[in-house]
């Protein structure tokens, strides 16, 4: 439900342990730690859109073109 949403959340425990997480992690100094798994999910895609059985490729075709 909405009570996910760190905007729609009532002040509280939750509230300020949103918030706290939303501070460490979205900060330039905290987005190194992310580096590696960025690289990862990269070579990931392209190994994707590279593999021949897989019709990745096809797909963002059509759906940038339609």
């Given at each position: 439900g909405w009570s996910i949403i760190f905007?729609?959340?009532g002040y509280g425990d939750?509230?300020?342990?949103?918030r706290r997480l939303l501070?460490?992690?979205?900060?330039p100094d905290s987005a190194p730690?992310?580096?590696p798994m960025q690289i990862k999910r990269a070579?990931?895609?392209?190994?994707l859109?590279?593999?021949?059985h897989c019709h990745f490729a096809t797909s963002v075709y059509v759906f940038v073109n339609y």
């Open positions: 905007a729609f959340a939750e509230w300020r342990r949103c501070h460490q992690t979205f900060r730690k992310f580096r070579h990931e895609m392209i190994n859109i590279n593999d021949p």
